[in-house]
């Protein structure tokens, strides 16, 4: 890699020169002009050739670079030229000048594309169309303090071998392995500021990405990172596990999950990113992304991201009640149908949907920006050795058999007492549908298993796995020790409950109490 390159985020292939892009499935730099490849640790080792040589060339100029300490906030910056504020851009008091260490440069720079003004101009359209919220009026109170400067940020790119852990109803793990890749993943370095918050300027345009010069600071203040060593460690994990776990949350459509990574060839680059920034009081703050125009804003209040998660599972289960009554016309069984079905609902929206409250960040509509290239894909050995693998756990059959098996379980009574009646020449209407009220707790108890995460154990326990094939079809495989998707796996997972849970002494015992209630109900019923 020449150290005058253009874009030093770019893989190039080393015999054409086009851009390499990586291959999941193969863990390599693939080039898609001449077919070469090469290893991850290979281009990961040239890097840091041209980092090293870099790094000396920039050093070169440190004598023109000048170091400015705030005392009140602690925030230290770095810059060139006289026409450099001395004024702190974070809590705008008067900066300290302090001698350069030359440590900890950064490698990688996204120049500013926005004027001030411009920047502003974006900011004063968000508060135009927002007077109402009190953030509002306060950043507009502020906004003599708006100011630019580049913010230390650490891009993760590189490949990941891990262990996807989806939690099932008795403590135990579904584990599903997957391999991952991260091209441009911006880790905040600052712990000045907010994560959540900053994350919501993103995302950057790494496509003007450029080697880091001190001529980029001519007229603007760059911060030095103050997240170093373990910490910094461990916000790189956090950010990473936090993209990862996003990504692969769609896929399988749970949150209750837990992913564990491997490190494999991947590797942290410091950069600066531009970012025009106002801080007010009592947690208050706007940002607006030096190269998008994109705002967010920090409203200093919590959010609730579960609020409204009973919504739709209470109006399912009213539409469902309405429909049972209509159609058999005794308001208790419709109440019981109702009951049985709707702990299924919830028991569905409170899987997908857990209380969660955090910092409240409000964004403008997103702008376009190359984004980050964050590819996961699950793997499965099928006999052969692992290989590509797409996973289903909720199909429209699968749901289909607990539907249709709930439904059956719920009208048993009257399926048998139907074809009785019609052997003694007595018409249906004269069946007392309703007095079969008390079956209903068989129905409902399966409902508080199914709620109790049987249902979600059989789901998340035995997907569904298609092979992807090199021409893009999908092969429905199953594994070697894989078990046939069937309701009688709801029969371990009651012997499951009983022994952790002690909601009964004896499967016989409760068979006994099912078969006296259906029984009694059937009698009543004629």
């Given at each position: 890699m020449e150290t005058t390159v253009k874009n030093p985020l770019v893989i190039r292939c080393e015999y054409c020169g086009g851009d390499q892009?990586?291959?999941?499935v193969k863990q390599k730099y693939c080039c898609a002009h001449c077919g070469a490849e090469a290893n991850a640790a290979e281009k990961k080792a040239e890097y840091h050739r041209w980092k090293s040589i870099r790094h000396e060339a920039v050093l070169q100029d440190v004598a023109?670079?000048?170091?400015?300490?705030?005392?009140?906030?602690?925030?230290?910056?770095?810059?060139?030229?006289?026409?450099v504020s001395a004024q702190c851009p974070f809590c705008q008091n008067t900066m300290i000048d302090t001698a350069f260490a030359g440590n900890d440069l950064p490698e990688v720079i996204l120049p500013f594309k926005l004027s001030k003004q411009e920047a502003l101009d974006q900011l004063k359209a968000w508060l135009s169309?927002?007077?109402?919220?009190?953030?509002?009026?306060?950043?507009?109170?502020?906004?003599?303090?708006?100011?630019?400067?580049?913010?230390?940020?650490?891009?993760?790119?590189?490949?990941?071998?891990?262990?996807?852990?989806?939690?099932?109803?008795?403590?135990?793990?579904?584990?599903?392995?997957?391999?991952?890749?991260?091209?441009?993943?911006?880790?905040?370095?600052?712990?000045?500021?907010?994560?959540?918050?900053?994350?919501?300027?993103?995302?950057?345009?790494?496509?003007?990405?450029?080697?880091?010069?001190?001529?980029?600071?001519?007229?603007?203040?760059?911060?030095?990172?103050?997240?170093?060593?373990?910490?910094?460690?461990?916000?790189?994990?956090?950010?990473?596990?936090?993209?990862?776990?996003?990504?692969?949350?769609?896929?399988?459509?749970?949150?209750?999950?837990?992913?564990?990574?491997?490190?494999?060839?991947?590797e942290s680059i410091p950069a600066l990113m531009p970012v025009y920034l106002v801080k007010c009081k009592d947690g208050v703050a706007a940002a607006v992304n030096g190269q998008t125009g994109k705002v967010s804003i920090a409203t200093g209040k919590k959010k609730n991201l579960t609020r409204l998660w009973w919504l739709w599972p209470t109006l399912a289960t009213l539409v469902v009640g309405l429909v049972s009554w209509l159609w058999i016309g005794e308001a208790m069984a419709a109440g019981g149908i109702a009951l049985v079905f709707g702990m299924v609902f919830f028991a569905v929206a409170h899987n997908r949907h857990h209380a969660e409250i955090i910092?409240?960040?409000?964004?403008?509509?997103?702008?376009?920006?190359?984004?980050?290239?964050?590819?996961?894909?699950?793997?499965?050995?099928?006999?052969?050795?692992?290989?590509?693998?797409?996973?289903?756990?909720?199909?429209?059959?699968?749901?289909?058999?607990?539907?249709?098996?709930?439904?059956?379980?719920?009208?048993?009574?009257?399926?048998?007492?139907?074809?009785?009646?019609?052997?003694?020449?007595?018409?249906?209407?004269?069946l007392h549908i309703g007095y079969g009220a008390a079956w209903y707790i068989v129905p409902v108890f399966m409902a508080i298993v199914l709620a109790g995460g049987a249902g979600k154990a059989m789901m998340y326990g035995e997907p569904l796995y298609f092979e992807k094939q090199p021409n893009g079809k999908r092969v429905r495989r199953r594994l070697p020790s894989q078990k046939k998707f069937s309701l009688k796996q709801l029969l371990p997972r009651l012997k499951n409950i009983e022994s952790t849970q002690g909601t009964g002494k004896t499967i016989g015992c409760a068979i006994a109490i099912v078969l006296f209630l259906l029984i009694g109900s059937v009698a009543a019923m004629l």
């Open positions: 892009s990586y291959d999941i023109k670079v000048k170091t400015f300490s705030c005392p009140s906030c602690g925030a230290q910056t770095m810059a060139t030229g006289d026409d169309a927002n007077k109402g919220n009190p953030a509002a009026k306060l950043i507009e109170k502020n906004l003599h303090r708006f100011t630019g400067c580049y913010l230390p940020y650490h891009i993760v790119r590189g490949g990941y071998n891990g262990d996807l852990a989806i939690n099932l109803q008795d403590g135990s793990a579904a584990h599903y392995p997957f391999r991952a890749y991260l091209s441009h993943t911006a880790v905040n370095a600052s712990k000045d500021w907010d994560n959540l918050f900053l994350d919501g300027i993103e995302p950057f345009d790494f496509d003007e990405a450029r080697a880091f010069d001190f001529g980029f600071l001519n007229h603007q203040n760059a911060k030095i990172q103050n997240v170093v060593g373990k910490a910094l460690n461990n916000r790189i994990t956090q950010e990473t596990q936090s993209e990862l776990y996003q990504d692969l949350s769609k896929k399988v459509r749970t949150k209750e999950m837990t992913v564990y990574l491997n490190e494999n060839e991947n910092d409240e960040v409000i964004t403008n509509p997103k702008t376009k920006a190359s984004h980050n290239d964050t590819r996961t894909e699950f793997f499965a050995d099928f006999g052969r050795g692992p290989v590509p693998a797409e996973l289903k756990f909720f199909t429209f059959w699968r749901i289909a058999k607990l539907v249709i098996g709930m439904l059956l379980l719920t009208f048993l009574p009257v399926l048998i007492a139907i074809p009785i009646q019609l052997l003694r020449g007595q018409p249906l209407s004269a």
